[in-house]
């Protein structure tokens, strides 16, 4: 069915964290709309489409009045009349309307929150619902195996602990619902854990516990505390994954260890790295090394990548042409993907097929700070991608991400949820 696109408008919404973003919505001739909200990172990568802000003194330099003005201004007159389902078309005349190689003219909140509402758009004046309009209808749908943080450290907890994102994975659930399940278990006894040991402090920008460690490795052997204290075989059942986040406290291959107070170079890091490998049970290390230390990733990658992922993030940012680069040098076996990291869908979607030619594991991701909006949750449904890392359980912005799993589950009629098929990750081999 032709539908063409009548308005679109921006507004001002606020995050997570409590800053403005930038929300649009898509309308259609045919009357149907679409909406999105734009997330925001805060342990960004350089090469990353960056956020306009209007910066000043307003709600601390954040407010997204530029955002909105582009919104409402250049690109809601020039996507006016474009066929909605043209989605490459559309984030085209975007990344053209910028002209900027990081999408700072318009604003990459601008244009992702304006790519996702197309998108939702389309599959409303489809009548489907996103996930569907985006899936190849030869395919059988599956849900993707949650990644989900127990504890949050690095930037988004004041660098208590330097690792980022303390997470778990329930490798052994047979279903979407029950790797749920499980994981509400293990976050509660790790809750739990921290309040007998006195180490709680609060909750991190991802929703995850923040407590008062005193090392990584004691922030690790909890977590292997909390798996087993709520009745799984760590490892087996529920096994650990880690966004190391190393471009945050290091670069030129130096790396300064808070919890530890040491200072570390690269093989000093991989090798604290590798060491936790044989300790605990990790089946996924994101970003071990900085975004400029390329060879030091391939090392890794080579030591380690043939029984865990390694995950890239920063190191890549979504980006098709980063993804091909990292391949070249094998730097990584996963690709990590943001869609407010490339700008547009249409980029996304081009990085993901990158990772998949470069024979890659990926994860569809959200960014620290976040909404109501699910739209990463139909991506990974439709775009057939075996894992999602919405951050922790706790936090309405999280959990709509996680609960629109389970409607998306209802519909499929799957008792739970089919989750990914998973022999081809490293760690199931
Ligand atoms: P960010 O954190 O959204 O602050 O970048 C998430 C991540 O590093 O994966
Ligand atoms: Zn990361």
Redesign the pocket.
């Known amino acids: 069915m032709s539908s063409k696109i009548k308005t679109v408008h921006g507004r001002r919404v606020w995050d997570s964290r409590g800053r403005p973003t930038v929300e649009v919505d898509v309308h259609l001739d045919c009357g149907n709309f679409g909406r999105a909200i734009a997330?925001?990172?805060?342990?960004?990568g350089s090469a990353e489409a960056v956020d306009k802000r209007d910066g000043g003194t307003i709600f601390g330099g954040y407010d997204v009045t530029g955002a909105i003005n582009a919104v409402n201004g250049v690109i809601g007159s020039t996507l006016a009349g474009m066929e909605v389902t043209e989605q490459g078309q559309i984030d085209q005349a975007m990344i053209d309307l910028d002209g900027t190689p990081n999408k700072n003219r318009l604003g990459g909140n601008a244009l992702v929150a304006t790519s996702m509402a197309v998108a939702h758009a389309a599959a409303a004046a489809e009548n489907l619902p996103l996930w569907q309009y985006l899936a190849n209808p030869h395919e059988t749908p599956f849900l993707p195996l949650p990644e989900i943080q127990i504890f949050g450290g690095g930037?988004?907890a004041g660098r208590r602990v330097d690792v980022?994102?303390f997470m778990v994975i329930a490798v052994g659930a047979d279903s979407y619902a029950q790797s749920l399940e499980w994981t509400a278990d293990v976050y509660r006894f790790a809750g739990q854990l921290m309040s007998d040991a006195g180490l709680m402090q609060g909750v991190a920008?991802?929703g995850g516990y923040w407590p008062a460690f005193s090392s990584n490795d004691q922030a690790l052997e909890f977590l292997v505390r909390a798996i087993e204290a709520a009745g799984f075989v760590a490892g087996q059942d529920v096994a650990i994954s880690l966004?190391i986040?190393a471009t945050d406290f290091g670069s030129n291959g130096r790396y300064h260890l808070s919890a530890d107070d040491k200072e570390v170079d690269s093989d000093g890091l991989s090798e604290m790295l590798l060491g936790w490998l044989q300790r605990y049970p990790i089946v996924a290390i994101?970003?071990p090394l900085g975004e400029d230390d390329a060879d030091a990733m391939a090392r890794f990658t080579a030591a380690a990548g043939d029984k865990i992922e390694i995950v890239a993030?920063?190191f890549i940012c979504t980006s098709a042409q980063r993804i091909a680069s990292a391949k070249s040098i094998n730097a990584c076996n996963t690709a990590?993907i943001?869609p407010n990291q490339a700008g547009t869908l249409s980029e996304s979607k081009a990085a993901l097929e990158a990772s998949r030619a470069a024979g890659w594991q990926a994860l569809v991701?959200?960014?620290?700070?976040e909404s109501e909006d699910t739209t990463i949750v139909h991506l990974a449904v439709g775009w057939g991608v075996k894992q999602l890392?919405v951050g922790s359980f706790a936090r309405s912005e999280r959990m709509a991400k996680w609960n629109e799993g389970l409607r998306i589950a209802e519909t499929l009629g799957q008792d739970g949820g089919r989750l990914a098929p998973r022999s081809s990750f490293p760690w199931a081999k």
């Open positions: 997330p925001a990172g805060a342990s960004t930037a988004h980022q994102d920008d991802e966004d986040a994101e970003d993030d920063d990590l943001k991701s959200a960014r620290s700070g890392k």
